[in-house]
Structure formats: C-alpha cells, structure tokens
C-alpha cells in the first residue's frame, strides 16, 4: 500500500506545463526531507529534485531553471511544477519522503516512503 499519493500526471505537448502533486496524511513534510524522482524502464531512478525541511531546494542539472518543488506544511503536500516539458522528460515520476531528517539528498537508496508513481508523457 502506497504511503504517498501521487497526481498531476498526463501528456502534454512539448513546451507545455504540469504540476504534479504528492499528498501524505501519515507522515509530515514540515520536518523531513522530500524529493521527485523518475524512472524509465529498464534503468535506474534518478532524482529530480529536493526539498529540505528548512526549505531548501536542489534539482538535477537537466531540469534546472525549468522545474520548481515545494510542499505546503499545513496540508502536507509536495509538488512538482514542471514548465518547459520536452520529449525527454517524459517518465514516471515518483516522490518519496524522508521523516523527521536534517538531511535531504536525491538519492533513492535515502527514502523509504514512496508513493506508485503518476506517468508524464510529453509529445506532439
């Protein structure tokens, strides 16, 4: 059973935007670490972006300037938005949160909380 909550998925068109959501009732992102990830078939999940705690954002180089996380305390949701798709951010994207840490990275082998994932597909 999926811990986290993923929505927001879907196909866009390339250059076109979407947000996507990762809700949790069980486990607060006010004082943990909470991350994006996205997996292709046949290889390894590689991290997206990062949010601290404290609020803290890293991103992978390849959507750097283009993708934004963030996460409402109050509601306990994390989102991804995503502008400027291309064809090659097309994937299923995951989250996953780490509770109650000081440290955040956007490595999987840190997270032990995932959701089943919301498929992004960009194409024309």
């Known amino acids: 059973q999926a811990q986290l909550m993923e929505s927001g998925g879907g196909s866009v068109q390339p250059g076109g935007s979407l947000r996507l959501s990762c809700a949790t009732s069980?486990?607060?992102?006010?004082?943990?670490?909470a991350a994006w990830f996205r997996q292709d078939p046949g290889k390894e999940r590689a991290g997206v972006a990062s949010i601290s705690r404290d609020g803290v954002e890293t991103y992978a180089d390849s959507v750097k300037g283009r993708f934004t996380i963030s996460k409402d305390n109050d509601k306990n949701i994390v989102y991804l938005q995503m502008n400027g798709l291309q064809p090659k951010d097309t994937s299923m994207y995951y989250c996953?949160?780490?509770?109650?840490?000081?440290?955040?990275?956007?490595?999987?082998?840190?997270?032990?909380?995932w959701g089943q994932g919301t498929q992004v597909t960009v194409s024309s």
């Open positions: 996953a949160v780490r509770p109650l840490s000081n440290y955040c990275s956007r490595v999987p082998a840190d997270f032990s909380l």
């Open positions: 069980r486990y607060s992102v006010r004082f943990g670490c």
